[in-house]
């Protein structure tokens, strides 16, 4: 089964509110994974030349790893 990871630019939120006359930032990426709305906290690839990687939430980066096992002890 084919992965539907695209690389692109990541989407980045950023989250600007004032407290106590002091302005918070507060920025993340979200998972590459096609529709999903988690945020990202693994860096699966990146491409310095290209500046470019994908980033993903735990559940669908342990899901790659795992897939990625697979088709290692199968190439083996």
Avoid at 3 to 22: D, Q, Y
Avoid at 43 to 68: G, I
């Amino acid at each position: 089964m084919a992965s539907p990871v695209r690389v692109c630019n990541v989407p980045r939120v950023t989250l600007r509110a004032e407290f106590n006359g002091r302005e918070e930032t507060l920025s993340e990426y979200m998972c590459d994974w096609p529709d999903c709305p988690n945020v990202a906290v693994e860096v699966v690839t990146f491409v310095r030349e290209l500046r470019t990687c994908t980033v993903m939430c735990a559940e669908h980066a342990a899901q790659q790893a795992k897939q990625a096992r697979a088709k290692n002890d199968t190439a083996s």
